[in-house]
C-alpha cells in the first residue's frame, strides 16, 4: 500500500487515526476510530471551543446512536439539541431543508455554533446545505455512521439538495471543520450497505493506488469483519480523497478522477429511479466494472486487470453486470440517454473516466457516445 496510514491524534498509539485535508485556512481533521462518539465532545471543544452543537440526524440513526453522541457532549460540557429528519433520499429536498433551517435558527444556534451531521450521505448533504447557508455559513461536524459516508460523503465539502430535474443539483462547497469516523457505528450496518459502501473503498485502488487494491483483494475479509484492517482501509481512502480534495477544491480538473464508474453507475441509479432496487454502492460496482471493460474495448488496456476488477467484486458479492439489476433496465439507446442527461457531459462530448490499468485511471473527454452505445449494446446481449 503505498499510503502510511500511522499518524494518530491524541495520546499514544490507542489514539484515533488523523488524516488531514489541506485546505488553506478551510484544513480540518478526519478522524478514524474505535468509539468516538464518546469522545465527540472533548473531540469537537478542541476544535470548536465555545460552539454548541446542533445534531442533526435521521429516525434510523436516531434511535441507534443519538444517545451515545449526546452523552459525548453532555461530558464536555456542550451544549447539544437535536433535529431529527425521516430516513431516505426524500429527505434531500426543499420542504425537509426548510424544516432544518426553521430549527436552527429557531433554537438560537448562532454563526459559530455547529451542525453535528450523524448520519449517512443524506444527513450529511442536506446539514452540510444547511451549515453552509444558515447565517451565511456556521461550523460544521460530520459523524458519518455508514462506511460510504465515513470514505466519501463526509469529506470534500460537496453539500446540497436534489430537485426535480435532478440529484445535488442545489448546494455549496461548505467544508466541514471535523470528520469524525466511529468504526465501532459500522457494526450496525446491513452487510448490503457496508458491501455498497466496500465499493467506495475499492475505487481509490483503482483511481491510482493499485498496491491499496491488491491489498484489498488480499485483505477484505478482515475489512468486513472489523478491526485495524478495517480502519486501515478506511483510512487509506480518506487519505486519497483528501489528496484529490486537496488539489481541486471546486472539481474543476482531478477531482473528477473520483467519479470512476459513476457515469455508467449514475444512469442505473437513474433507470432503477434511485431505489433499492439498486443502492449507490452497487450500481457504482457495476460502473467501475464497465469502466475497464470499455476501456479495454478502447484499446486503453488488455484484458487482465478488468478481469481482475470484476472477480474481485464477484467475490465481495457486489453485483458486476447489468443483468444482475433487479427489474430490468433500458436498452442501450435508453441508457445513453440516461447518461447523458448526467453531470459530466460538456456541450455534448462524454466525459468519462476510464484506466490503462488498475491505479491508471484518467479523464477521457470527447468520449464519442456512439462508441458507449455500441459497447453497452454488446454488453446488454452478455
Ligand atoms: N461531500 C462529498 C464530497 O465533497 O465529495
Known sequence: M????????????TGPVRVPVALGDRSYDILIGDGLLAEAGRLVRAVLPKARACIVTDET????????????????????GAVVIPPGEGSKSFPVFESVVDQV?????????AVVALGGGVVGDLSGFVAGVVRRGMRFV??????????????????????????????????????LADTAVLDTLSERHFRAGYAEVAKYGLIDDAGFFAWLEETWR????????????????????????ARDEKETGDRALLNLGHTFGHALEAATGYSDRLV?????????????DF??????????????????????????????????IPDA?????????????????????????????????DVPGEAVKAFLHDELAG
Do not use: W
Request: aromatic share 4%; glycine share 14%.
Open 333 to 365: 439507446d435508453g441508457l445513453l440517454a440516461l447518461i447523458a442527461q448526467d453531470k459530466k457531459v460538456s456541450r455534448g462530448a462524454l466525459t468519462f473516466i476510464l484506466t490503462r490499468g488498475i491505479g491508471q485511471s484518467f479523464i477521457a473527454r
Open 280 to 292: 449507490h454502492g452497487e450500481a457504482i460496482a457495476i460502473g467501475m466494472v464497465l469502466a475497464h
Open 105 to 113: 435558527i429557531g433554537g438560537r444556534y448562532e454563526r459559530g455554533d
Open 61 to 80: 440513526v436516531a434511535a441507534r446512536h443519538l444517545d451515545a453522541l449526546k452523552a459525548g457532549f453532555d461530558e464536555a460540557g456542550v451544549d447539544a
Open 295 to 328: 476501456s479495454v474495448r478502447m484499446n486503453l488496456m488488455g484484458p487482465d486487470d478488468a478481469i481482475r476488477v470484476r472477480r474481485h467484486f464477484e467475490a465481495v458479492g457486489l453485483p458486476t453486470r447489468l443483468d444482475q439489476v433487479p427489474g430490468g
Open 2 to 13: 503505498s499510503a502510511d496510514d500511522s499518524s494518530r491524534a491524541g495520546a499514544g498509539e
Open 142 to 179: 460530520q459523524v458519518p455512521t455508514t462506511l460510504l459516508a465515513q470514505v466519501d460523503s463526509s469529506v470534500g465539502g460537496k453539500t446540497g439538495i436534489n430537485v426535480r430535474h435532478g440529484k445535488n443539483l442545489v448546494g455549496v462547497f461548505h467544508q466541514p471543520d471535523l470528520v
Open 222 to 245: 478482515q475489512v468486513f469483519a472489523g478491526g485495524p484492517a478495517r480502519t486501515r482501509a478506511i483510512a487509506v481512502s480518506c487519505r486519497s480523497k483528501a489528496a484529490i480534495v
